[in-house]
């Protein structure tokens, strides 16, 4: 099944892990978490992954968690790390083609 956004739910559920692990580049976690954001079942499969992935590691360190609390946490920080990433993408592009236009009107003579 697809969803709006042009992923289909089984190809995310098998990022599931790499979006954990932070093992995504940042065009695919934007696809991730769009596609997430809109597909409840595939929202449901997350928060159940991550309650197995998060479990082990409290359990073991004898910590306390508030699985919903520690997820929605977790979804924020790296949706927020995603959009400050493209922004610094476009920031860079801006950057980038303002230069090539000076330089250019320096090409030209236009400026000197």
């Known amino acids: 099944m697809k ?36 597909c409840d079942n595939c929202m449901e499969e997350l928060r159940v ?16 968690f508030d699985v919903e609390e520690d997820f929605k946490k977790m979804l924020q920080e790296k949706t927020g790390f995603v959009n ?8 860079l592009l801006v950057l980038i083609c303002i230069c090539v236009a000076v330089l250019m009107l320096f090409w030209t003579g236009i400026i000197s």
């Open 3 to 38: 969803n709006k956004n042009g992923s289909s739910c089984r190809e995310i559920m098998d990022m599931i892990p790499m979006f954990l692990d932070s093992e995504m580049e940042i065009t695919m976690q934007q696809q991730f978490l769009k596609h997430i954001k809109s």
């Open 49 to 64: 992954s991550y309650l197995f992935h998060e479990s082990h590691r409290y359990l073991d360190e004898g910590l306390y």
């Open 84 to 91: 400050l990433a493209v922004r610094l993408r476009i920031l």
